[in-house]
């Protein structure tokens, strides 16, 4: 890729940040814009007087992916930020007073589930081998691949996936597929939360949604040590350390389009018309 390529990314969350280091790392002149005068969207954090607090997510889980940003800069994630695992996934509570401690450690949440549930506590760690093996079918296919393209449905893995999708809940609900696994109702309803993960409702969605337990029971749950913000911020350093450049207090108001291809876009700053020039003063910014 030359050095003079540009490219312009449109928000500064978690994911904005990760498309602008990628491309940098490709060797793109990166501008990121943002409306906010702040990065990392909800991955942020509200301050009041000498305190602050995370806004948005509370719980760091996939860490891989993160670090897999760092790897290909050729930078230590630990030169940037630090995080540990936790001994507990969650803590679940219901109106009841019916409280249960998920330790991430399986035999321990076996043994919890039955102190606390008229219940085997395997059926909780079956639940989630279960959540391991639709993640070993079909997880590189939600999490690496485009769904859009056709060529990822036709290769080895995705048609031995298809083989067994009688074993993905395919078929039925997330709701009936863990009702028919769990059997106590408060572990259904437990289960059944982790659809809203992506905004599915469980009585809808099909119960391949089950794959996503897999991630905060089986891999973990983590904590950065400066805080959940201090991961948008790493971030940020990282894509600078690159050459990256932001903008904040920026709205993209129109994604300009030449015969067929985007070719630039068209930005006000701080609501007063003002365009997005190399120092802030033209009405659009090309790429090119």
């Not at 969207?41 to 509200?46: F, N």
């Not at 995705?158 to 083989?163: E, F, I």
């Not at 050459?243 to 993209?252: A, E, L, P, S």
């Amino acid at each position: 890729m030359k050095s003079n390529s540009k490219a312009i990314v449109i928000g500064s969350g978690i994911a904005g940040i990760a498309a602008s280091i990628r491309l940098a790392v490709k060797g793109y002149q990166v501008l990121v814009l943002e409306k906010n005068s702040y990065p990392g969207g909800k991955l942020s954090e509200i301050t009041l007087g000498k305190y602050r607090f995370d806004a948005g997510p509370s719980l760091f889980t996939m860490p891989q992916f993160v670090e897999e940003l760092f790897e290909l800069a050729s930078k230590k994630t630990s030169d940037f930020f630090e995080y540990n695992a936790h001994d507990t996934c969650c803590h679940y509570f219901w109106e009841d007073g019916t409280f249960l401690k998920a330790h991430s450690n399986h035999q321990e949440i076996e043994n919890e589930v039955e102190k606390v549930f008229p219940t085997n506590g395997k059926l909780f760690t079956k639940k989630l081998k279960k959540a391991a093996f639709i993640n070993e079918q079909v997880g590189d296919l939600f999490l690496k691949n485009s769904l859009h393209d056709a060529r990822n449905f036709l290769n080895f893995k995705t048609l031995k996936a298809l083989s067994n999708s009688w074993k993905l809940d395919l078929q039925t609900t997330y709701h009936a597929s863990n009702k028919k696994d769990l059997k106590d109702p408060k572990l259904v309803q437990l289960f059944d939360r982790f659809a809203t993960y992506n905004g599915s409702n469980p009585y809808k969605t099909p119960g391949i949604m089950g794959i996503i337990p897999h991630f905060e029971h089986n891999v973990g749950t983590f904590f950065p040590k400066k805080g959940m913000v201090s991961i948008t911020n790493s971030l940020v350093q990282l894509a600078e350390s690159l050459g990256v450049k932001f903008q904040f207090n920026t709205i993209v108001e129109q994604i300009l389009v030449e015969n067929n291809t985007v070719v630039g876009v068209s930005s006000a700053m701080n609501g007063n018309g003002l365009g997005i020039g190399e120092e802030g003063a033209f009405e659009k910014r090309q790429l090119g």
